[in-house]
């Protein structure tokens, strides 16, 4: 299984990025997934997940409103739209495969990571 995450990089308040995560050798149209961040000293926190069926979302209260999360299954690729954003946002994002559930120990598959970096 490969998660690859990209669309990552750096923008200032109020921007707006897409992230995109590939799956390979997962079967992605049963897959719950979900997006977490990491910044520099802190643990791994929840922003979002999404259910197989892409029917069901699910947001951290801090990106509620300002994020989305979307999957395409024919395209096996989960995004994550971001706006407004906040320097508060600034961390590694990671992708990962298996839960809808905002615990990362829920997670069985997790990608690299791509960083994005907000400036105020």
């Known amino acids: 299984v490969q998660l690859v995450e990209s669309g990552g990089g750096l923008a200032q308040a109020g921007d707006s990025l897409r992230l995109s995560c590939k799956g390979n050798?997962?079967?992605?149209?049963?897959?719950?997934m979900g997006w977490f961040r990491q910044a520099p000293g802190k643990e791994r926190e929840y922003v979002s997940s999404?259910?197989?069926?892409?029917?069901?979302?699910y947001y951290t209260d801090s990106v509620k409103g300002r994020f989305t999360i979307s999957k395409s299954n024919a395209e096996k690729t989960l995004y994550l739209q971001m706006v407004s954003l906040k320097p508060d946002d600034t961390g590694t994002y990671y992708c990962?495969?298996?839960?809808?559930?905002?615990?990362?120990?829920?997670?069985?598959?997790w990608g690299q990571g791509t960083q994005v970096t907000v400036s105020s």
């Open positions: 990962a495969a298996g839960s809808t559930d905002n615990d990362p120990r829920a997670y069985n598959n």
């Open positions: 050798g997962i079967t992605f149209d049963r897959a719950d």
């Open positions: 999404i259910s197989w069926t892409g029917t069901r979302a």
